[in-house]
């Protein structure tokens, strides 16, 4: 009979033995790391429809959550499940009341975090206060980098967004942004519901945005061209040039936001003066704020194009001519490629069906 000493040395030199063999292949921490965890979307208050479309593609019900203010305008949040081990979503736009819905995200993010989700992500398809990316006059802030650091202390792991007004804001960051393009969906409304397409010229109402109408221009084999306008003060057009010939031919004003729409109302007029048949403009981020219902329908759009980024039925109700790309499909798809551990660069050049 061995002794119970022997016993225990058989047992370490068994599990040594053991451990030398399966630790390269099967460390526990990889293993374990394999495994996806479940999956939850919550909505914030600005964009509850996009977010409802976004998980009726995905297949699965919307987290449930209650927002609220006290008496004092303090928002407050309550997740209503638990989020324990959970790969979080939440879907909130910069619209409406920006400063409101920056602060309600925020907070979620936080609850979650706290509550010990895996990995919180913020779905944002329209970023707030992308226009104050730089330090364009003495004393300006830069207030895009300051709302990056607000959602990076906020617990935010990975965020997801749309057309940035200025790509360079993912360097703010120290997480990953996916920022997605509304490009595809763009040129397939096109293809679809302009017939004259093959004769048309893609325009940008500014000189900032002519990489992305020369991509536009490249994929549809036609031409482009440019205004260039020089403003005196925030949201006011001083004067504007046309660079490129339009005449005789289909204009189409292409942008990644329209907030009062003084600058696409110019310009659709300065293309009419030089020979344009048609004039339409496909914008991603339809703000439309103050005066600029009014003005798109004293314009003379055919249409004015936008995506549903920002909800837009009330603005669909005051003006028969603008009309919506629907992105959910965009945003559900970057959601199941993410939680899967694919590559979402499929959607920068494709729309998913």
Known sequence: MPGRADTNRARCLLKNKLTAQFSPKFSVGKYLGRKMPNIKVFSGSSHPDLAQKVVDRLGIELGRVVAKK??????????????????????????????????????MINACKIASASRVTAVIPCFPYARQDKKDKSRAPISAKLVANMLSVAGADHIITMDLHASQI???????????????????????????????????PDAGGAKRVTSIADRLNVDFALIHKERKKANEVAAMVLVGDVKDRVAILVDDMADTCGTICHAADKLLEAGATKVYAILTHGIFSGPAISRI???????????????????????SKIQVIDVSMMFAEAVRRTHNGESVSYLFSNVPY
Not at 74 to 82: A, D, L, R
Not at 83 to 104: A, C, F, P
Not at 178 to 201: G, S
């Open 297 to 319: 329908n004293n314009a003379c759009f055919e249409a004015v194009v936008v995506t549903n980024s920002i909800p837009q039925d009330r603005h669909m109700k005051e003006c």
């Open 70 to 107: 006290f008496s004092n305008l303090e928002t407050n949040v309550e997740i209503g499940e638990s989020v324990r081990g959970e790969d979080v979503y939440i879907v909130q736009s910069g619209s409406g009341e920006i400063n409101d819905n920056l602060m309600e995200l925020l907070i």
């Open 170 to 204: 993912q360097g703010f960051f120290d997480i990953p942004v996916d920022n997605l393009y509304a490009e595809p969906a763009v040129l397939k409304w096109i293809k679809e519901n302009i017939p004259e397409w093959r004769n048309c010229i893609i325009v940008s």
